[in-house]
């Protein structure tokens, strides 16, 4: 019996390695095999002819309507509703492997499918009521409505609690009025998941999640935003003028908002991560080909050692980012309870393995990189969005950190009712960290071996499980050392967290990799898994090098220094200094 | 109307040099290669299709349309996609190729035939694995029904099909009567190639190769009838014909040179290669 409530990464910054929980890794069963193979199948036939629209829409920064109706028709909008509301019924695993390939084709489209059942029409599917479902899904299965998520506002982006919006009693029904930023398919859609204010409680805000719908009065939308990439897809300003929005439209609990946006990021985090994947492979096509083909000083430039450490670490970077977005989507799917620490590391490190790949694929191919005619210069326009949306990586890893370390508090009972609403109210949960902090160590000294070692894992691999093992051991001592450092401050130090953050995202992906490879090995065997138990290494060592860096820097760095370079520059507002 | 669509597994043209022979030269390796539907036969299938509805509500079925394979369980994958993208039910002969011939074929497709009494029998007029032609005649053959080869268009009309055969300089055009076995050219899936009863005259397909599922058919066809036969009962003890005598690869192409002009080329020609 799997026990769904562990948490793999809160565990992991105890010292303790549960790897039943990552191990086997995910396979599909034959079934749900089948119905990718034919998905993909129409997904290439449906969009491999369009390549050449793709590029004019990115161009006139518009997808046409009659498009959109195709895609409709085709049953793009249903992909997560269930089978018995007209949808395909696909858990996190299938849709993100089919945002994947939707991506392979064109960035815009995935957004435009992914917008709507990610985070669009989510809320409905994780809180709705079986009146709300029953009258909408069957329309957004079709299309007929599709879905927007309206959180941010122009001064409220991850900073939910500064939203404006408000939404006031009036009858037995509600008042919205506010205005939203940024929407995805805002100009599209039908149907809004709407986050405002309902009141507040000792200064801190109640909000509220809201189902209202495109035809009620006094909705508007602004003009198609003019963007960087994602040109195609439709971003826009929502207005909400006074809009009567019946009680019965409430999504989830009233004064819950807060929770249901969380609950629905971190549900459609594997979509933004399929996403990513699509477009690392679609770029490891071009750089292959175009490596393969492009002669330099009378040689393949595939034969350079720094165009072969390009594209090996993309391959690296995309196994490893496909390894950790299937493990998020095997942990949502298996009913995991508390999984919201692995899907903003899957969300940080597929939106920056992408842009890393993007830029390398455009620099493979030099000037001609930089052409329109290329596909390099759209991919990298099209990728930049994904380390800013759903979540900034600077909050997330603020985020990662933080939650980790309540995670911890949380396992010492005796602390456990002040610690848990770290995250909710992190400045009064804190004031009782210095306490936790002389207790941590002898809680992690006094872990049984046996739970802070891999013992599902082939001894083939014994090297990578090693080095994952002792940077286990240096998470654990990281952690504490960076509470006894700064205590109560640790929520104003920044850096500090960064880099716990990014030693927790390394060893997350890491473990995720040597679970992948290790089922590999068994179903291929020794021979046939060879290049995959390489990717392994290669990413291991990195990994390894990267932490022990990391937790080097946690007693001494130049945090300060470089703090107060930056507080100089602010101060001056320019660069201050001039030979001439 | 009835009509019954052959189709055969074939590995993905495209992925041809993935092709392997053992040093025993006894067999093909089929490890790694990916499999699809020999596209002939998905032409017959858009014509089983397009013969079976008005072109106008392509999603109305006005007829039946069954789609056959002979392979392992794998091609069930195959089957399911034919079943999302229109037919209605679908047999498999359960089987692997390597215990297959077109005379074993075309003996198995009969059986079926006159199990399942369609007025019509479409497939590929070949298969781009073997290249063989072979299976849609012995077929007509065995059953002794008129047959029409390399079909480029069809009409349907009363009691029968008239069909437009490319031939070398032209076009034969032949007027078969039901039941009849067809085998389809690239040519059928033109927007105007093929005409039901039922679609008006001057009606254009908006594309011009086969269609595909969309999504949500692809889970209804989980829920047609897919009925699986083993061979033996089809073709009671009859044994391969044809045997494979060895395998080989083709011997690997000598690079070209570049020519420098018209005269130089007519030299090479001449002298080199030897072809004028």
Redesign the interface.
């Known amino acids: 019996m799997v026990d769904t409530s562990v948490s793999f990464m809160s565990s992991l910054c105890m010292g303790i390695i549960e790897e039943q929980v990552l191990i086997p890794y995910p396979a599909m069963a034959a079934?749900q095999k089948?119905?990718l193979?034919?998905?993909i199948?129409?997904v290439k036939?449906?969009l491999g002819p369009r390549a050449e629209d793709f590029r004019k829409w990115d161009r006139a920064g518009e997808m046409p309507a009659a498009f959109v109706e195709e895609l409709k028709?085709?049953?793009?909008f249903?992909?997560v509703i269930p089978?018995e509301f007209?949808g395909?019924?696909f858990k996190s695993a299938s849709y993100a492997r089919t945002l994947q390939e939707i991506a392979k084709y064109d960035a815009s489209v995935a957004v435009t499918v992914g917008a709507h059942s990610s985070i669009g029409m989510r809320g409905l599917l994780l809180f709705g009521t079986p009146e709300q479902k029953q009258r909408y899904l069957p329309k957004l299965a079709t299309g007929e409505m599709i879905a927007a998520f309206a959180l941010t506002e122009a001064g409220a982006g991850s900073d939910a609690a500064a939203l404006k919006t408000r939404a006031e009693r009036d009858g037995d029904g509600w008042v919205l009025t506010g205005n939203k930023l940024w929407i995805t398919n805002g100009g599209i859609a039908d149907f809004f998941t709407v986050f405002a204010r309902t009141g507040e409680l000792e200064g801190k805000p109640h909000i509220t999640a809201f189902i209202v719908t495109r035809d009620m009065p006094g909705v508007s939308v602004g003009t198609h935003e003019d963007k960087m990439g994602l040109r195609a897809s439709s971003t826009t300003t929502v207005h909400f003028d006074g809009v009567r929005v019946p009680a019965e439209n409430v999504l989830g609990e009233e004064n819950k908002g807060f929770k249901v946006a969380m609950a629905i990021l971190n549900n459609g985090r594997t979509g933004l991560g399929g996403g990513a994947i699509g477009a690392m492979k679609k770029l490891i096509e071009h750089s292959t080909k175009y490596a393969n083909e492009r002669k330099t000083f009378g040689k393949s430039i595939r034969e350079y050692g720094m165009i072969k450490l390009k594209v090996g670490q993309m391959v690296v970077d995309c196994y490893a980012t496909e390894a950790a977005v299937e493990m998020v989507a095997a942990l949502i799917d298996g009913g995991y309870e508390d999984y919201a620490v692995e899907a903003a590391i899957s969300k940080v490190f597929a939106s920056e393995a992408l842009w890393h790949t993007a830029d390398e694929a455009l620099q493979i191919a030099g000037g001609n990189g930089y052409m329109c005619e290329y596909p390099y210069e759209r991919m990298i326009r099209d990728a930049r969005i994904n380390r800013i949306f759903e979540g900034t990586n600077e909050i997330l890893r603020l985020f990662i950190a933080l939650t980790a370390m309540n995670d911890v508090g949380s396992q010492l009972k005796e602390l456990s009712s002040s610690m848990r609403g770290l995250f909710d109210d992190p400045i009064k949960g804190f004031g009782v960290l210095r306490q936790y902090a002389l207790k941590h160590a002898s809680l992690v000294t006094g872990i049984p071996r046996a739970r802070s070692r891999f013992t599902l894992v082939s001894p083939e691999l014994h090297e990578a499980t090693t080095v994952f093992e002792e940077l286990t051991r240096h998470l654990a001592a990281a952690v504490d050392r960076i509470l006894r450092k700064h205590g109560r401050n640790i929520i104003g130090k920044q850096l500090a967290s960064r880099r716990l953050a990014n030693i927790m995202i390394d060893l997350f992906v890491l473990a995720c990799v040597i679970s992948r490879v290790n089922a590999s090995l068994a179903a291929l065997g020794a021979e046939k898994a060879a290049k995959e138990v390489d990717i392994l290494k290669v990413f291991s060592g990195q990994v390894e090098r990267r932490v022990k860096h990391a937790f080097g820097l946690i007693d001494i760095n130049d945090d300060e220094l470089i703090k107060g370079l930056a507080d100089h520059a602010f101060d001056a507002e320019k660069f201050s200094w001039d030979n001439v | 109307m009835k009509i019954l669509v052959a189709l055969k597994r074939v590995a993905d043209p495209a992925n041809h040099n993935k092709v392997k022979i053992p040093a025993a030269g006894d067999k093909i390796d089929t490890a790694g290669l990916e499999w699809q539907i020999n596209p002939f036969d998905l032409y017959a299938l858009e014509t089983a299709l397009r013969l079976t509805e008005d072109g106008k509500a392509p999603k109305t079925r006005l007829g039946e349309v069954v789609a056959v394979t002979l392979g392992p369980a794998e091609t069930e994958t195959n089957l399911r996609s034919a079943l999302a993208t229109g037919a209605d039910r679908a047999i498999r002969v359960d089987t692997t190729d390597d215990a297959l011939d077109g005379r074993l074929v075309a003996a198995a497709l009969q059986k079926l035939v006159e199990e399942e009494k369609p007025d019509l029998v479409l497939m590929g007029k070949q298969v781009v694995d073997g290249e063989n032609n072979y299976v849609g005649q012995a077929l007509a053959e065995l059953l002794d029904w008129p047959m029409a080869t390399f079909a480029a268009t069809i009409k349907e009309e009363a009691g029968g099909l008239l069909v437009g055969r490319e031939v070398d300089g032209g076009v034969s055009t032949l007027r078969v009567k039901f039941p009849a076995v067809v085998t389809v050219d690239l040519r059928i899936v033109a927007p105007d190639s093929v005409r039901s009863s039922k679609t008006a005259e001057g009606f254009k397909y908006p594309y011009e190769e086969v269609r595909f599922a969309p999504l949500p058919a692809i889970m209804q066809a989980k829920k047609k009838p897919l009925a699986v036969k083993k061979l033996a009962d089809l073709v009671g003890g009859a044994t391969l014909s044809s045997k494979y005598v060895k395998f080989e690869a083709p011997p690997a192409r000598k690079a070209g040179v570049k020519v420098k002009d018209v005269q130089e080329l007519v030299q090479k020609l001449a002298t080199e290669a030897k072809a004028i």
């Open positions: 079934e089948e119905t193979h034919g998905v199948d129409s036939q449906l028709q085709f049953g793009l249903g992909l089978e007209g395909m019924g």
